[in-house]
């Protein structure tokens, strides 16, 4: 006996891909009319069966074009259900004309939703089950996933959890009488199951699985799971308790029907989250930029926000992009344990996180919310991360001065890689300072003392150590025995040294102003010198081992 499937019509589509991410311009024909599958349209074909009842998406075509315009009346002699298309602000007038007069429903993709995210919407639209299928209800009629979880409960037979590819939990069953274990408890508490080996290689298992697998030792109780995919594309995993009745073969079959009317849920909810996360990410973008925005379009309502910044590595085998994602994936997640208005963009090589805190909560937390990103970002993606932290503001004018501190923490730690690989502004405000300093008198020749750039000359074409002996000097607060004993020197080398500074470079020792500036600049120049190829006034390198005293 055959079983016969009703196709979803294109009323049940819209409901599915939703207003904000299409928008139906003409719809002659009506929207009830079933939609038996879609490809991509291409208008060099002919029509024939493959057009009939499908949606063809006008992919890279302007809503003027004479081609698209042209074709329409042979598709409409086709039976096409609708064409989509992007707009992109064009005039839709003509368009939605010849589409009437041809009697083909137009539908607005919105333009920020990248087409393969559609192919796989419509994919699984149309190839499940419609409304008059047994057995499962329809995705419309289960509303969201706690709902389906608990409906595939009783019909398996056992408790449910549904989760994400990050085996992150989505959704679970509440029905009374179930029996569950420590293990599914702690898994939804935590919401997260267990990241170790033995577990990794389940998963690894199931994803290569081709249906449901039986699984006898992940836990105290058996379990049934199956992979949700959309196409070739994993969206997550569906679980089943077993307690004290075997699941059979009928459960088996009931999970794996699950599976595809939870392909619907999981893409829905992707696709909200990540429209979500695109804007939430653009306002981010925006306020780091110093644009300020009001709290509520954030959704926080505490007094707090740092920022906290994740450096990527420069080398990695996946793309900077994708895995910048990957890592606002994992700060958002662990960010939950913290506040539930995270905020992620990806910035070039460093993603920015806008994090708000609770009047309780101590800066040590988001330390250790980095140091958890870090971790799972080593562990999961093989990607080694530096993170900076910047100070906690209270205002969104802030906002920005917060971001330059975590900024410059990154550098900091970059310039001295023997530090850890986390730490706020108020672990390294110092080094912060002197680095920013750094930069102001490489930079800008107006606040160089024209004495510590002769001397440094001097010392480069010469052989001579007058910069690293002056700076001695300072460092050990005018005590020459310390000094020339730091330089390995007689100290009546060291006073002649410091002697001939004077005359040569006309520095004034008993300035106290001028020692502070000198002690800066030597201190930031010399620095330099010995890490770069050459210093920002062209001069060659004072290497460690010129000690010739030639004036």
């Known amino acids: 006996m055959t079983t016969h499937y009703a196709h979803p019509s294109l009323a049940r589509i819209l409901d599915l891909l ?36 499908a949606i063809l998406l006008a992919v890279g075509m302007r809503p003027g074009a004479a081609a698209l315009l ?102 679970y069953s509440n029905l009374p009488g179930q029996a569950i274990d420590d293990a599914r408890r702690d898994t939804i508490l935590g919401r997260q199951v267990p990241l170790d080996d033995h577990y990794l290689r389940i998963y690894r298992r199931l994803w290569r699985a081709p249906g449901v697998i039986r699984i006898g030792d992940a836990s105290p109780l058996p379990r049934l799971a199956v992979t949700v995919r959309a196409g070739s594309e994993l969206l997550g995993s569906i679980w089943a308790v077993e307690s004290g009745t075997p699941l059979g073969p009928q459960a088996e079959q009931a999970l794996a029907d699950a599976a595809g009317v939870a392909t619907l849920h999981l893409l829905r909810l992707r696709r909200a989250t990540e429209l979500e996360r695109r804007a939430r990410g653009e306002l981010l973008r925006s306020l780091l930029a110093g644009k300020t925005f009001s709290a509520a379009r954030f959704g926080i309502d505490c007094g707090r926000m740092t920022v906290l910044a994740l ?7 996946t793309p900077a992009g994708v895995l910048g994602l ?30 708000p805190l609770a009047e309780d909560v101590p800066p040590a937390r988001v330390a250790s919310l980095a140091e958890t990103v870090i971790t799972r ?46 730490a706020s502004i108020q672990d390294v405000r110092c080094q ?28 480069a074409e ?53 020692r502070l500036v000198l002690w800066l600049q030597l201190r930031l120049l010399l620095s330099q010198t010995r890490t770069a190829p050459a210093t920002a006034q062209g001069l060659p390198v004072v290497g460690p081992h010129q000690v010739a005293d030639q004036d």
């Not at 409304?131 to 037979?157: I, K």
């Not at 100290?491 to 020792?509: A, C, D, H, K, S």
Request: a negative charge; aromatic letters at 4%; charged letters at 20%.
């Open 326 to 355: 990957q890592v606002a994936d994992l700060v958002t997640a662990y960010a939950e344990t913290l506040t539930s208005s995270a905020s992620c963009v990806v910035e070039g090589q460093v993603v920015y996180a806008l994090l």
């Open 311 to 317: 450096q990527l590595p420069a080398s990695s085998a």
């Open 70 to 171: 042209e074709a329409l009346p042979a598709l409409g002699r086709a039976g096409a259900a609708a064409i989509a298309l992007k707009t992109r602000g064009a005039d839709t007038g003509p368009l939605v004309g010849a589409a009437t007069a041809a009697g083909v429903a137009v539908l607005a993709v919105a333009d920020v939703i990248p087409w393969r995210h559609v192919d796989a919407l419509l994919a699984a639209a149309t190839g499940n089950r419609g409304p008059d299928a047994p057995g499962l209800p329809s995705a419309a009629a289960v509303g969201d996933l706690f709902a389906l979880a608990n409906a595939v409960a009783a019909m398996v037979g056992g408790a449910i959890t549904v989760e994400d590819p990050q085996q992150r939990v989505l959704a």
């Open 462 to 514: 010469r052989g001579t150590r007058y910069a690293q002996t002056l700076l001695a000097y300072l460092d050990a607060f005018g005590d020459t025995t310390v000094a020339a004993d730091r330089l390995h020197v007689h100290q009546n080398t060291f006073r002649y040294r410091i002697r001939r500074v004077g005359e040569l470079f006309g520095v004034n020792l008993q300035d106290a102003d001028e």
């Open 377 to 422: 970002a080593e562990e999961s993606l093989h990607a080694r991360l530096r993170a900076g932290i910047g100070s906690a503001v209270a205002d969104f004018a802030d906002v920005p001065r917060s971001r330059q501190e975590a900024d410059r923490v990154l550098a900091v730690l970059a310039a001295q890689p023997h530090r850890a690989h986390v």
């Open 18 to 53: 939703g207003p904000s991410a299409a928008r139906l311009l003409a719809a002659p024909a009506g929207c009830d009319n079933p939609v038996t599958g879609h490809s991509v349209l291409d208008v060099t074909e002919e029509e024939g069966p493959a057009h009939e009842g």
């Open 432 to 459: 912060a300072i002197l680095l920013e300093l750094e930069e102001s008198i490489v930079n800008d020749p107006r606040i160089q003392l024209a004495s510590v750039t002769a001397m440094l000359r001097h010392d």
